[in-house]
């Protein structure tokens, strides 16, 4: 059960609205359900002499009875309240136990009162109701409402447990600010896909990923066409900032802007600053894929990001609070790095992920910033490398990516579910199902070609192979080998083989590196993993395949590879701590 409070000035405005048949025909004989003295409110629903005029009158009237500078600017309370998808029916009876509670428990109208707010709720469809109030007691007194939003989450976390209805996650006050009705009926009355609080949003947080300094943050929003406003002291020094969106205005032409503490928490500038202030991202690092420079081209970037993010698991694994805080803040502003860069084929998914996981980055959890250096590093890397083609190397890449991202959101539910983070765990959650539609896009062609390569090796090459994951994983391999994967894992091997590696030694490192219980395919996290540590392209070579087929490559002696440096995650550095590549 869900409500959601804002405030207006148009007490007719809103009864219009909720007496009418909806932007999309959607209501269904509207009627009032409760009100605060029945006796005295007009029903136009279920009254055919009663009017919204009348109706408005009797609601706005403690306010028409104050002098004009009292009466306060936003003086209707709104708070619609809908049950869970999947939740039974409320009958009106209900519905109206579910009003008083809410008004007591708010404030507005706290049983007994006399004097309290006048209010009532009107019901036009199945799931929801709608409360209107107007804010000044009978007595000329504003009520007493602080902290509504909380105590009427509070109130439908206990009517949801007395009724057996669904119990949804209770709130942290970490979350961002949801649209107004007012936003999202401007949305959808211009035209516009979504409120601009939540475009902005994205805007904002992608702008803010892997910057450098306060200064190329503000230079990315005015180069992703924002209005932006700074707040100067006397001194010069900025105090602030807000954005607006071109052409949203308000009645009177001028800008609707947005300070950033009202898109998130940690949108302030201070919160910013404090994310800055643990230093630059690394830009010395090299690529994982060879002597080319770092952002020569998205794919080395997405192998860096790759391997950092695979450091990641290891620390919320683990039991540091503060140092799995401050990962789930870099995850995000790598998913945001990777949206904004995202291949048309996987760019909708992934914005989709990066603005879902957003929820999942904020905790009551303190976070050490120095500790998430090496992803901001590699959301710096992937930002300057500019858009994958999603093709070729680069649509190996993005896979090679997304298929890690996928286990560092599994991670992040984890983490959160036991620190009891619901709301965090759920966002995490949903961002993995998006993650999970961007890789299996992104993996198409690569794996069908490596799949191929596979099915073409000669069979002693394959059964050598069958061979190698038994010895490897011998609680596993039958169901590896029953996998539509396997192909593709066969065709690694093979090129790493042909690479030089012994298959044996890599396919061990790779198992090693991390677990594989959380993969939705094991098959496919051993291929990508196989590829990066092995330094091996991102895609099928079905040229050299052939000729591997001619001429079959013999076993090699088992022979240790040497092991992959790691990434500190220390407040010190982000570098590797092997010799640079």
Not at 27 to 53: F, I, N, Q, S, Y
Not at 383 to 408: F, H, I, P, Y
Not at 424 to 434: E, I, N, P, W
Request: hydrophobic residues 35%; positive net charge; contains cysteine.
């Amino acid at each position: 059960m869900v409500p959601d409070i804002s405030t207006g000035s148009r007490t007719y405005g809103l009864l219009a609205y909720l007496y009418g048949p909806g932007r999309r025909d959607e209501h269904t004989a509207p009627h009032l359900v409760a009100a605060w003295m029945p006796e005295l409110a007009p029903d136009p629903g279920r009254d055919p002499t009663a009017t919204l005029k009348q109706l408005t009158d009797r609601l706005d009237l403690p306010v028409l009875a104050l002098p004009k500078d009292r009466r306060p600017a936003q003086h209707v309370w709104h708070c619609p309240v809908r049950t869970a998808p999947g939740d039974r029916h409320l009958t009106d009876a209900e519905w109206a136990e579910v009003a008083r509670r809410i008004v007591h428990a708010t404030g507005i109208a706290e049983e007994g009162d006399d004097k309290a707010c006048r209010w009532i709720a009107v019901r036009h469809a199945d799931d929801h109701i709608h409360i209107v109030a107007t804010l000044k007691r009978e007595d000329g007194r504003s009520p007493r409402r602080h902290q509504d939003g909380i105590r009427a989450q509070a109130e439908c976390r206990r009517i949801e447990k007395e009724w057996g209805l669904q119990i949804l996650n209770e709130g942290d006050r970490t979350a961002a600010q949801r649209p107004t009705s007012a936003e999202r009926a401007k949305a959808e009355r211009t035209g516009r896909a979504e409120p601009p609080r939540e475009t902005l949003r994205d805007h904002v947080r992608q702008a803010l990923a892997g910057a450098a300094d306060e200064d190329e943050f503000f230079r990315r929003l005015t180069e992703a066409g924002l209005r932006l406003d700074k707040r100067l002291a006397p001194s010069g020094d900025v105090l602030g900032y807000k954005v607006a969106l071109p052409g949203d205005r308000n009645r009177d032409g001028e800008p609707i802007w947005f300070p950033g503490s009202r898109l998130a928490p940690d949108l302030s500038l201070p919160k910013i600053r404090q994310r800055l202030a643990a230093g630059p991202p690394e830009d010395e690092l090299t690529s994982t894929t060879g002597p080319a420079p770092r952002y020569g081209r998205p794919a080395g970037a997405r192998r860096d990001a790759t391997h950092v993010a695979e450091q990641a698991v290891t620390v919320l694994t683990g039991d540091d609070d503060a140092a799995g805080a401050a990962q789930l803040v870099g995850i995000g502003e790598l998913l945001d790095a990777v949206a904004q860069t995202a291949p048309a084929s996987t760019r909708k998914e992934l914005a989709e992920a990066a603005r879902a996981f957003e929820r999942a980055t904020r905790s009551h959890t303190r976070a050490e910033h120095a500790d998430h250096r090496a992803l901001r590093s590699a959301a710096r890397g992937i930002v300057r490398a500019g858009n994958a083609l999603g093709k070729g190397e680069d649509g190996g890449a993005t896979a090679m990516l997304l298929s890690t991202m996928v286990l560092v959101t599994i991670a992040a539910i984890r983490w959160h579910s036991a620190r009891g983070h619901a709301q965090q765990a759920a966002a995490a959650r949903q961002a993995a199902q998006h993650l999970r539609a961007a890789y299996r896009s992104a993996a198409a062609t690569p794996m069908k070609e490596m799949r191929e390569q596979g099915r073409r090796l000669p069979t002693p090459v394959r059964d050598r192979y069958v061979h190698t994951v038994e010895a490897a994983l011998p609680g596993q391999a039958s169901h590896i080998l029953r996998e539509p994967g396997w192909d593709a894992l066969a065709a690694t091997l093979a090129q790493a083989e042909r690479a030089g590696h012994d298959p044996d030694a890599l396919l061990q490192q790779a198992i090693e590196s991390r677990e594989l219980d959380t993969a939705d395919s094991a098959t496919d996290v051993l291929v990508w993993r196989l590829r990066r540590i092995g330094k091996l392209p991102a895609t099928a070579d079905l040229s050299r395949t052939r000729a591997h087929q001619r001429t079959p490559a013999p076993p090699r002696a088992s022979k240790p590879q040497a092991a992959e440096p790691t990434v500190r995650n220390d407040t010190n550095s982000s570098r590797r701590s092997g010799p640079r590549r």
